[in-house]
């Protein structure tokens, strides 16, 4: 296992030796996205209607954030389960989403598209949401605040730890 540090806006070059298995650091933005926002990004991209970020070489975090504390950027961040998003996943990895970061087990199909997309799957530690809050520096609600928690954040992190996936 070795580490491997990512700073975003990803690219191609930094995704070429990654493993199953490989620590990841990441630093820069990543955007929270979970089911409800998912779907609205597709109905967006549907209608022909502007998106809340660009999804090329953009990295997807399954986070439902916590509202933040008092002197903190956010409340606790960890990960959600992946397998919710699978349906609309293959559909942002084709419009350049290169790294998705959750929990859990994904579908075939998502696996297929992963591998079509030169993509990845990262995980993240299941019940380390204020561990992962600490990593970020800042966070910014940038779309559809009537989701709450599902709402789309734009996070600034440092050394935000996930680790490649085995199931490529």
């Known amino acids: 296992m070795k580490t491997i540090h990512i700073n975003t806006p990803v690219n191609q070059n930094q995704l070429k030796d990654l493993q199953a298995g490989d620590k990841v650091l990441i630093s820069g933005t990543i955007y929270t ?33 916590t509202p933040a504390r008092e002197e903190f950027p956010i409340g606790s961040a960890g990960p959600t389960t992946s397998t919710r998003m699978d349906e609309y996943t293959p559909t942002l990895l084709d419009k350049g989403v290169k790294l998705l970061i959750g929990k859990g087990e994904r579908s075939e199909q998502v696996i297929a598209s992963l591998r079509k997309n030169n993509a990845y799957y990262l995980i993240a530690i299941g019940g380390a949401g204020a561990y992962y809050a600490s990593t970020i520096l ?7 605040p009537d989701l709450g928690a599902e709402a789309v954040y734009q996070l600034e992190v440092k050394d935000f730890i996930c680790f490649v996936s085995n199931q490529m």
Do not use: M, V
Not at 36 to 64: M, S, V, W
Not at 138 to 144: C, E, F, G, H, P
């Open 33 to 65: 996205a979970r089911d409800a926002a998912h779907k609205r990004i597709i109905h967006a991209l549907e209608n022909n209607n502007p998106l809340p970020f660009d999804l090329t070489n953009q990295i997807i975090y399954y986070c439902g954030p």
């Open 138 to 144: 800042s966070s910014k609600l940038i779309a559809w």
